[in-house]
């Protein structure tokens, strides 16, 4: 048996976009939020369903100076007969408590964070965009409370889950994008918090995203911390190669994301009998095997765009192109069998998915 939720209406629903409206990304938030309190010596406390609306910190709450916290996003999708899917929403509780333990945040339950996110969901269910490739964006934080600037983990967290629809995520159907491998600024090290979904790590990457922008790309590359020559992950993504026809993806070492359609990608090239390999690919090797012409793919893949093609990567003066920078037969046949199971157009024979 879970707590109970309390639930506060909102007394002024807004005005839910046109079915047409573009939706973009993340600007558009629903009409509840669901929260609840950290107490030291209480545990998780005071669940509730309430109005989305600005919440009340004091200046000095730790998170505005030390950064504890961390993050999940994940999507819901309505299916043509009015169910909402989610797609196996209990890796990214597990995934929280992983992001918990690296941050010195205590755990939740996992079971009940999946309950109440079903109880909001229900209530804004109408939220559900239903255009072609739209999706209701899920977004659980964790952020450190206490009013404290003494360096420590906090005695007081708040969780909450937000809710924003979200547009298809290419309004011009599946296209490679170019992506330039960063040398000089790294995203995470080894020992430090590249495997927890913390927002230090984005504002560790801000700035190498930048520079890509203003060489005319639209994303980064990032190498290793160490040596800055093993592949870690693309942007937000974590990242597949199609060499010799073989899937190969980075191992987890610590600094990568351990992404969850990472693990469904890797899932499902396994039952179609794809050969896969976790390993490490330094970029010199990406290079020479590129030149050879035994790149055949390369993608990324996150929940955001579920698989991104990579038609070009340029590391220094190279510059490698990947099956005539056109979506490769692999990328387009995950990207067509994962978005097909989420949005309920093909059987979920893997019991991906969680029905609210
Ligand atoms: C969230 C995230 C991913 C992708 O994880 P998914 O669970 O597949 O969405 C990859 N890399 C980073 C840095 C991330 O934050």
Redesign the pocket.
């Known amino acids: 048996m879970f707590p109970a939720i309390s639930v506060t209406r909102a007394s002024k629903p807004k005005q839910k976009p046109a079915a047409d409206a573009p939706l973009g990304f993340g600007q558009i938030f629903t009409d509840h939020m669901f929260s609840m309190d950290y107490v030291e010596g209480q545990g998780w406390i005071n669940p509730r369903i309430e109005p989305y609306a600005p919440i009340c910190l004091e200046p000095s709450a730790m998170v505005f100076h030390y950064g504890q916290a961390i993050f999940?996003?994940?999507k819901a999708y309505k299916t043509a007969d009015g169910a909402i899917n989610l797609f196996r929403p209990q890796?990214?509780f597990e995934?929280v408590n992983v992001s918990n333990a690296r941050m010195v945040i205590p755990p939740v339950d996992e079971a009940f964070c999946l309950y109440a996110l079903k109880e909001l969901l229900k209530i804004e269910q109408d939220w559900i965009p239903t255009a072609d490739g739209t999706s209701l964006y899920i977004r659980p934080f964790i952020i450190a409370t206490d009013p404290y600037l003494g360096v420590r983990p906090a005695h007081t967290y708040r969780f909450m889950i937000i809710l924003s629809p979200s547009g298809r995520y290419y309004p011009q159907g599946l296209s490679p994008v170019n992506i330039y491998v960063e040398e000089d600024y790294v995203?995470a090290v080894k020992g430090g918090t590249?495997f927890a979904?913390t927002p230090g790590?984005?504002a560790a990457?801000l700035i190498a995203q930048a520079k890509a922008y203003k060489t005319g790309y639209v994303q980064v590359l990032w190498l290793d911390g160490v040596h800055r020559r093993f592949i870690e992950?693309v942007?937000?993504?974590?990242v597949f190669f199609v060499i010799d026809g073989k899937l190969v993806t980075p191992a987890l070492n610590g600094s990568?994301?351990?992404?969850?359609?990472?693990?469904?990608v890797l899932e499902l090239a396994k039952r179609i009998g794809l050969e896969t390999e976790e390993r490490e690919i330094a970029i010199d090797e990406l290079i020479t095997l590129a030149k050879s012409g035994r790149v055949n793919e390369v993608f990324g893949?996150?929940?955001?765009a579920v698989i991104s093609p990579v038609g070009e990567l340029r590391y220094k003066d190279e510059v490698m192109t990947f099956n005539d920078g056109k979506i490769g037969p692999l990328s387009q046949k995950f990207y067509d069998i994962i978005t097909g199971v989420q949005y309920g157009t093909r059987i979920d024979e893997y019991g991906w998915i969680e029905k609210v």
């Open positions: 999940e996003g994940l890796l990214n995934r995203r590249g979904k790590n984005y990457s992950e942007g937000s993504m974590n990568i994301l351990p992404g969850i359609t990472r693990r469904t893949a996150g929940t955001a």
